[in-house]
C-alpha cells in the first residue's frame, strides 16, 4: 500500500466517510432527518472575524455612547435635593440613654421628640417623605412567609390563616385579619411638619402601588382582631376602613429585598425655599432598639431617573472610560507592532463540522482506517 507521508492514497474518501448515519424512526422528510442539512451542519453560518479594525471600533462606539448617559444620569441625581435625619437616638431621653429597650417599651415614657431640619436648595413639590430602617431584614424566609395573600383579597378567605403563625389566631382562637409577621410589625412612628408656625399636611393618597390596591387587597376585608393580643407589634387599622384603602399597610406588605430600606411615607404639596427651617414632631414608637437598627426620615425631590442615586451614573462612565481606554490601548498596540491577520482556509467549514469529525472517527476506529481529512488543515 502506497503511501505519501501521513496520508494513504488507497483510503476511502471524504464522500465515503461523510455518509450519514440512518435512523429508521425518523422520516426522510423530517427537519431532523439524519441526512438533513440541520443534522449534518450544512446550514447557512456567519462566524465573525474579530479584527484589530472591528474591536476597536466596538470599544469606541460603546464609550462614545455610555459616557453621555452616564454625564446626563449624573446631573439628574445631582439636581435631587435630599435631606436624611437620624432620629432614633437622639430621641431618647437622657436619663434613658443606657437603657433604650425600657424607653421604647414602657408605655409611661413620652414618646414625643422634635426636630428641626434646614432646608439646604428650594425643593419643588411634591416634596416625598420616607422612613428609612438599617439592620431590618425583611428578606428573611420565615417573615416573608408570614402572611395569607388570598385572605387579603377576599373576605371569603379570612379563615385562612395556616401560613401566618405564630400571627394567625388570637388566644381566644378567633382570626386575625390582616394575619401574619409583617402586618403585625407595621411602622408606627408619625412625622408632623411646620414651618413658621404653619403646619405642612402630608398626603397619604396614591403612596401605594395601584395594582397592589386593585389586585392584592379586598375592597371587602376589613382589620379584625389586628394587635389585640398582648404583644403589640407595630401600628394599630382602622377597623372601619377596607385593606385596600389602607395605603400605609400595603406599603409596608411589600417586602423590601435588603437589610436597608426605605419606604413612602407621604408627600408634601407645597414648595420648601432653601434656608427654610422646617419644624418635626415625631412619634417615636418603633422598636428597632432590639436589633440594633436605626431610623431616619428622608425627604426628597425626584427627576427622571428617580431619587438621588450616583451610582447608575458612575456605572456608564466607568463601562465607557475603560472601553476608550481599551481602545486606545489597541491602537497602540496595533501601530507599534503590527500583527498581519493570516487568510481562511477553503475546507475550513468542512472540516470544523464537530458532527463530520465524531462519525468519521467513529467509522475509522470500527474499520481500522487512519483518518484522511484535509490536509492543508494537519
Known amino acids: ?28 422528510g423530517s427537519f431532523f432527518a439524519a441526512d438533513s442539512r440541520f443534522t449534518q451542519q450544512e446550514l447557512p453560518a456567519c462566524k465573525p472575524i474579530l479584527t484589530p479594525g472591528w474591536v476597536i471600533t466596538t470599544f469606541i462606539f460603546i464609550g462614545i455612547i455610555f459616557i453621555p448617559i452616564g454625564l ?43 426636630r428641626s431640619i434646614i432646608v439646604p436648595k428650594h425643593m419643588k413639590n411634591p416634596v416625598y417623605v420616607y422612613y428609612q ?41 378567633s382570626h386575625i385579619v390582616p394575619c401574619g409577621l409583617i402586618a403585625w410589625s407595621l411602622f408606627n412612628d408619625t412625622y408632623g411638619f411646620s ?37 403589640i407589634g407595630g401600628a394599630k387599622l382602622n377597623a372601619s376602613i377596607p385593606l385596600s384603602e389602607q395605603e400605609d399597610l400595603i406599603v409596608w406588605m411589600r417586602t423590601a429585598a435588603l437589610p ?8 408634601i404639596d407645597v414648595d420648601l425655599e432653601a434656608n427654610e427651617k422646617i419644624t418635626v414632631e415625631i412619634q417615636n414608637n418603633y422598636n428597632t432598639y432590639s436589633f440594633g437598627g436605626k431610623k431616619k426620615l428622608v425627604l426628597s425631590t425626584t427627576s427622571w431617573i428617580g431619587g438621588k442615586n450616583d451610582f447608575l451614573g458612575i456605572a456608564y462612565l466607568t463601562l465607557g472610560g475603560l472601553c476608550l ?39 475509522l476506529c470500527n474499520a481500522q482506517h487512519r483518518l484522511c481529512s484535509c490536509p492543508s488543515l494537519l
Open 1 to 28: 500500500m502506497a503511501t505519501d507521508g501521513f496520508f494513504d492514497s488507497n483510503l476511502p474518501q471524504r464522500s465515503e466517510i461523510q455518509r450519514p448515519l440512518h435512523f429508521p424512526h425518523i422520516s426522510r
Open 72 to 114: 446626563v444620569s449624573l446631573f439628574a441625581s445631582e439636581r435631587v435635593v435630599e435631606i436624611v435625619d437620624r432620629y432614633d437616638r437622639d430621641c431618647v431621653p437622657a436619663n434613658y440613654s443606657k437603657n433604650l429597650l425600657a424607653y421604647i417599651q414602657s408605655s409611661e415614657t413620652n414618646k414625643t421628640c422634635t
Open 133 to 173: 430602617l438599617d439592620n431590618f431584614y425583611q428578606n428573611h424566609r420565615r417573615y416573608v412567609k408570614s402572611r395569607s395573600d388570598k385572605q387579603l383579597r377576599s373576605k371569603a378567605s379570612e379563615t385562612d390563616t395556616e401560613s401566618c403563625n405564630p400571627e394567625g389566631i388570637t388566644p381566644s382562637n
Open 195 to 231: 414651618v413658621k408656625n404653619k403646619v405642612l399636611d402630608v398626603s397619604k393618597k396614591n403612596i401605594a402601588w395601584k395594582s397592589d390596591q386593585d389586585h392584592k387587597f379586598g375592597s371587602d376585608v376589613y382589620p379584625k382582631n389586628f394587635q389585640s393580643g398582648g404583644l
Open 260 to 267: 436597608t430600606f426605605r419606604k413612602l411615607y407621604g408627600k
Open 325 to 363: 481606554f481599551l481602545a486606545v490601548s489597541f491602537i497602540l498596540v496595533y501601530v507599534i507592532k503590527p500583527r498581519k491577520t493570516s487568510g481562511t482556509s477553503k475546507c475550513l467549514p468542512d472540516c470544523s463540522l464537530l458532527t463530520e469529525v465524531v462519525v468519521a472517527v467513529l467509522r
